[in-house]
């Protein structure tokens, strides 16, 4: 698929309009007068609505933000299917406020299943990756975050492919993980994020693996 004109080197096209909103079923963003499809065949395997509500929370809040289109995506008129939808609520009561509470992981479950939270304090950075691993499919979905003065100043959501061995080496040594050669960039926030809608986005993008989030964040007892 063909990327948007002004798409950076990552693919991410920086978001500028007046307005912005969302339709749900099935997922649309009209950004100004434009209108995307985002649930594209071979977009995303994993599109969220509950996420793009928060990142056009975010954009609406100031923060820049940057998303991966394809030309392929413009549709001349809205999509509406009627049908009933029962977004999820999310309790964050029981999740840390400081990042300065923020304590290192590596969890991997007895499944192929693989959840990896990393935290770099020396470079306030937050790593996640989360691998649905296959017999010959080695995918992580990666969120990188950068934290300073108790706020998310940065936040971008990856999907990276692996080879096998690249996999096994990640497994046995998930602290010194390599970027993968194959990183399609998503979407991207720079700004001054809060820490309670972190929780909420990354929530979103590992649900799956919620109790995990969850135990990384888990206020002391």
């Known amino acids: 698929m063909e990327l948007l004109e002004n798409a950076d080197k990552y693919g991410l096209t920086h ?7 969302m339709i749900e079923k099935p997922l649309q963003l009209t950004i100004d007068e434009k209108i995307y499809l985002l649930e594209y065949p071979d977009y995303v395997q994993d599109i969220n609505k509950d996420l793009y509500k928060l990142l056009i929370e ?3 809040n100031g923060n820049q933000l940057f998303l991966r289109l394809y030309k392929q995506m413009i549709i001349s ?8 939808y029962c977004g999820k609520n999310i309790d964050l009561s029981y999740l840390e406020k400081e990042t300065s509470n923020f304590k290192n992981i590596v969890y991997n479950p007895n499944n192929n299943d693989k959840f990896i939270a990393i935290v770099d304090i020396e470079k306030h950075f937050i790593h996640i990756y989360e691998f649905i691993s296959q017999s010959d499919d080695y995918k992580a979905k990666y969120i990188h975050a950068e934290y300073m003065d108790n706020k998310i100043v940065h936040l971008d959501y990856s999907i990276n492919q692996y080879t096998r061995e690249e996999y096994k080496s990640i497994i046995n040594c998930p602290y010194d993980i390599e970027k993968s ?30 109790n995990y989030i969850k135990e990384l964040f888990m206020q002391k007892e």
């Open 15 to 21: 978001i500028f309009c007046s307005k912005i909103f």
């Open 58 to 60: 975010e954009f609406r």
């Open 77 to 84: 008129k809205p999509i509406f299917q009627f049908e009933k």
């Open 181 to 210: 050669d194959s990183h399609k960039k998503i979407w991207r926030l720079d700004g001054k994020i809060s820490i309670e809608k972190f929780y909420s986005i990354i929530l979103c993008m590992f649900d799956k693996n919620e």
